[in-house]
């Protein structure tokens, strides 16, 4: 019991000794050992280090999942060390709607037809958005959360520790200043205790500071890992946007089996009659840049023709149609209606007439007639 009274005499003596010396830095009224360039640089870097792993980890997490509600059960999961429930995400939500919906308008029908093949699309998409956030999560973060948690804690317990080895050396300089200023004759014990104190103080400081200088260091091979952990990501995400790109190219192919004028508005709003044509390319080839060919398609170069000659021509109506308004002409199925350009109008749109019924009409509706 008097040992563990004295030790703890002696660790509030060397606490209050490191808090006098702090506050007389801060005060000015003490000199204070100064660190070497060298250990200040990596200090800074360290510390530059972990500010940007947090900004950058933060942001790919709402890269990620962009609902901070989500993101905040599954940070309680991961507490909890439970497994979050499955649910499922908003091309997927998405698809499942465009499939219900085709189902109930019909699969024989076009739109039916057409809103199923795009809710299976969504879906294939949304699967490959759920590979690319798992990997991105494991690859990517991970490593990054483990700097933080594992490397970074570490440097800054020893940062700290250098930081008390300090004060302590700075303490036994400023005692043995004293010493050297009192009397020589009734100091000559407490000077030599000072100077052994001084010994001692400055072998561990240079002891710390050369396993701090070590840990520092490190971080080299902390962004040699990251840069790693970042050419994965670069590759999940390539993978990822391919593979959404072969979906949609697949689908605008399906889609392009409907009858012309039924397919992208779009391709007709293009001047001249210009259509987007998009290659086939395999999931692992390089993204080509879409260019725009001249007059590929027969339906809107016939349209092209008409709005250029101003004359009118035949056409009919694949599907019925609904006016929206008193300047609109309201169509049905299979009927045949004369139709012509009017200028000004906008390029989707003409002028149609039945009778004495007149009004635009979509050109998305029409099968122009020879």
Same mark, same amino acid.
């Given at each position: 019991?008097?040992? %563990?009274?004295?030790?703890?005499?002696?660790?509030?003596?060397?606490?209050?000794?490191?808090?006098?010396?702090?506050?007389?830095?801060?005060?000015?009224?003490?000199?204070?050992?100064?660190?070497?360039?060298?250990?200040?640089?990596?200090?800074?870097?360290?510390?530059?280090?972990?500010?940007?792993?947090?900004?950058?980890?933060?942001?790919?997490?709402?890269?990620?999942?962009?609902?901070?509600?989500?993101? *905040?059960?599954?940070?309680?999961?991961?507490?909890?060390?439970?497994?979050?429930?499955?649910?499922?995400?908003?091309?997927?939500?998405?698809?499942?709607?465009?499939?219900?919906?085709? %189902?109930?308008? =019909?699969?024989?029908?076009?739109?039916?037809?057409?809103?199923?093949?795009?809710?299976?699309?969504?879906?294939?998409?949304?699967?490959?958005?759920?590979?690319?956030?798992?990997?991105?999560?494991?690859?990517?973060?991970?490593?990054?959360? %483990?700097?933080?948690?594992?490397?970074?804690?570490?440097?800054?317990?020893?940062?700290?520790?250098?930081?008390?080895?300090? *004060?302590? *050396?700075?303490?036994?300089?400023?005692?043995?200043?004293?010493?050297?200023?009192?009397?020589?004759?009734?100091?000559?014990?407490?000077?030599? %205790?000072?100077?052994?104190?001084?010994?001692?103080?400055?072998?561990?400081?240079?002891?710390?500071?050369?396993?701090?200088?070590?840990?520092?260091?490190?971080?080299?091979?902390?962004?040699?890992?990251?840069?790693?952990?970042?050419?994965?990501?670069?590759?999940?995400?390539?993978?990822?946007?391919?593979?959404?790109?072969?979906?949609?190219?697949?689908?605008?192919?399906?889609?392009?089996?409907?009858?012309?004028?039924?397919?992208?508005?779009?391709?007709?709003?293009?001047?001249?009659?210009?259509?987007?044509?998009?290659?086939?390319?395999?999931?692992?080839?390089?993204?080509?840049?879409?260019?725009?060919?001249?007059?590929?398609?027969?339906?809107?170069? =016939?349209?092209?023709?008409?709005?250029?000659?101003?004359?009118?021509?035949?056409?009919?109506?694949?599907? +019925?149609?609904?006016?929206?308004?008193?300047?609109?002409?309201?169509?049905?199925?299979?009927?045949?209606?004369?139709?012509?350009?009017?200028?000004?109008? +906008?390029?989707?749109?003409?002028?149609?007439?039945?009778?004495?019924?007149?009004?635009?009409?979509?050109?998305?509706?029409?099968?122009?007639?020879?």
């Amino acid at each position: 019991m008097d040992f %563990n009274v004295k030790r703890l005499a002696a660790d509030a003596g060397t606490f209050l000794s490191r808090a006098v010396q702090f506050t007389e830095e801060k005060l000015g009224q003490a000199e204070k050992t100064e660190l070497d360039a060298h250990l200040e640089n990596l200090l800074i870097r360290a510390e530059n280090t972990k500010q940007w792993t947090e900004r950058i980890m933060k942001q790919t997490e709402v890269l990620l999942q962009p609902n901070p509600n989500v993101r *905040l059960e599954e940070f309680v999961y991961e507490k909890l060390e439970k497994k979050a429930p499955t649910r499922m995400n908003n091309h997927e939500l998405l698809g499942q709607s465009m499939i219900d919906s085709g %189902n109930e308008f =019909g699969p024989g029908t076009a739109y039916g037809n057409a809103l199923i093949k795009c809710g299976e699309t969504e879906k294939q998409i949304g699967g490959a958005e759920r590979e690319f956030i798992q990997s991105s999560a494991i690859n990517f973060l991970t490593p990054f959360r %483990n700097f933080l948690e594992g490397d970074f804690k570490t440097i800054l317990k020893e940062r700290k520790l250098l930081q008390v080895k300090r *004060l302590d *050396l700075d303490a036994a300089k400023t005692r043995l200043k004293k010493a050297r200023m009192a009397d020589a004759k009734a100091a000559v014990s407490t000077h030599k %205790n000072a100077e052994q104190e001084l010994r001692m103080t400055q072998s561990e400081f240079d002891r710390q500071a050369e396993i701090t200088r070590l840990l520092l260091e490190g971080v080299s091979s902390t962004h040699a890992h990251h840069l790693r952990c970042l050419n994965d990501f670069v590759e999940a995400q390539t993978t990822y946007y391919a593979q959404c790109y072969q979906y949609m190219v697949d689908l605008q192919k399906q889609l392009g089996s409907f009858p012309s004028s039924f397919t992208n508005n779009n391709q007709s709003s293009v001047s001249g009659g210009a259509s987007i044509s998009v290659p086939t390319l395999p999931v692992s080839a390089s993204l080509p840049s879409v260019s725009a060919g001249r007059g590929s398609s027969t339906a809107s170069g =016939g349209f092209s023709e008409l709005r250029s000659s101003n004359g009118s021509r035949k056409a009919r109506v694949l599907y +019925d149609y609904d006016a929206a308004s008193s300047s609109e002409l309201s169509l049905l199925a299979d009927e045949v209606i004369m139709v012509s350009s009017v200028p000004g109008m +906008d390029s989707d749109w003409l002028m149609g007439e039945r009778g004495n019924q007149k009004g635009k009409v979509p050109i998305t509706y029409l099968e122009l007639l020879n």
